[in-house]
């Protein structure tokens, strides 16, 4: 057994302290949203693959060193058979303030009850339009109507928070904010509209001619909509602005147009086992290989986890104008 040292907080080399971890459980997925995936994946095989024992395993270990807040995501989660009862183990875990899942929706109308008993508390879910031809489009694979009884089937469990995540692209979506916005503010739940970020070479649009910075999204809300800036911090990427008159909280995750790397508290595990340092970076360390190397050895696996604070890079380096550095797709990386 090695001996970890009196300190265990994970800190990286500029004093960010990571107290968030996002979680790969699977790379695969019912849609294959243009912007995430190629239309011919090819998925990892098994043996690649984490099995739930070890997510479990390497979620204990982090929690033990002070994260806590876990996000699950994928690939599509709610397709990983025994996602759910992994959930509710994670969420069993000493020390862990918050789980939550980041799902397109598409199993929520038959999982949204069993989601909630797990323990999840905050579901985000993804929706780039209401409209079902671009939905199609867009999804390749999705149906806008299932996804849309999803909602209301969380809705109705009564979640603490639901936030609807829509990545806009110029010319596919971008006439749609102001329909989103109001889908929110009917429906009581928030939004996020995230910018493209250029993990993975796609094949249905060109990145730069589809990039739609956040500041127009704003313009074009403000059209329809007052948007009072809020104070509250989330400490995530997220700016967030209050739909005036409602409850719905409007945010912008900016990766090109407003860095927010400095208060960066997250690492990400793909489903292989990599700890990814940051998420337009390839830093990372192979926790699978510690964990295999060295089953039951706790500690090793937390001084593997310590050390990889060390390279943490200090920002992103998304440059939409070049062909992606990261060949990673989102789905493999935990969006
Ligand atoms: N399948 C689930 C979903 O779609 O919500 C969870 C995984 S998905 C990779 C997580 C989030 O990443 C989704 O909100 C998705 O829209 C977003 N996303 C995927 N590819 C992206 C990209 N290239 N740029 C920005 N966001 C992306
Ligand atoms: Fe699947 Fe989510 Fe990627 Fe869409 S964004 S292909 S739903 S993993």
């Known amino acids: 057994m090695t001996s970890l040292p009196s ?28 912007y995430c995936m190629a239309e011919d994946m090819t998925f990892l095989p098994r043996s690649q693959v984490l099995t739930l024992e ?29 996602a759910l009862d992994l959930l509710a183990n994670i969420g069993a875990l000493e020390g862990l303030k918050e ?13 949204a009850s069993q989601l909630k008993e797990s323990g999840v508390k905050r ?26 009884e999803g909602i209301q089937a969380a809705k109705a469990e ?36 995230i910018e493209e970020m250029p993990l993975g070479i796609v094949t249905q649009h060109d990145r730069t001619d589809a990039y739609y910075p956040s500041h127009l999204i704003q313009a074009d809300l403000a059209q329809q909509f007052a948007l009072i800036p809020s104070i509250e911090k989330t400490g995530g990427p997220s700016n967030y602005f209050k739909v005036a ?42 926790l699978k290989a510690v964990l295999r190397a060295y089953p039951g050895d706790s500690d090793k696996l937390k001084q593997a986890i310590i050390d990889a604070m060390l390279i943490k890079p200090e920002k992103h380096e998304f440059n939409i104008h070049e062909q992606p550095i ?9 969006g």
């Open 7 to 34: 300190s265990t907080a994970l800190i990286d080399r500029f004093g960010r302290k990571v107290d968030y971890l996002r979680i790969s459980i699977t790379d695969r997925c019912d849609f294959r949203c243009v």
């Open 54 to 82: 070890e997510i479990y395993t390497l979620a204990h270990g982090f929690v033990e060193l002070g994260v806590k807040k876990i996000r699950v995501t994928g690939g599509e989660p709610l397709v990983r058979k025994g």
């Open 99 to 111: 789980l939550v899942i980041t799902t397109n929706g598409s199993q929520l109308k038959s999982l």
């Open 123 to 148: 579901i985000n879910i993804s929706l780039d339009t209401l409209d079902s031809d671009k939905f199609k489009a867009i999804t390749r694979t999705g149906d806008l109507q299932d996804v849309l």
């Open 158 to 193: 009564g979640f603490e928070r639901i936030k609807i995540n829509a990545v806009i692209l110029k010319g596919r979506n971008h006439l749609e904010v102001n329909n989103l916005v109001q889908f929110a503010v009917d429906n009581e739940i928030d939004i996020s509209f």
């Open 245 to 286: 008159g409602t409850q719905t909280r409007v945010g912008f995750i900016s990766p090109h147009s407003d860095n927010f790397c400095s208060t960066c508290n997250r690492v990400r595990l793909t489903v292989e086992g990599r700890l990814l340092l940051c998420l337009g970076n390839e830093h990372s360390v192979d």
């Open 326 to 334: 990261i060949l990673r797709y989102m789905n493999m990386t935990g």
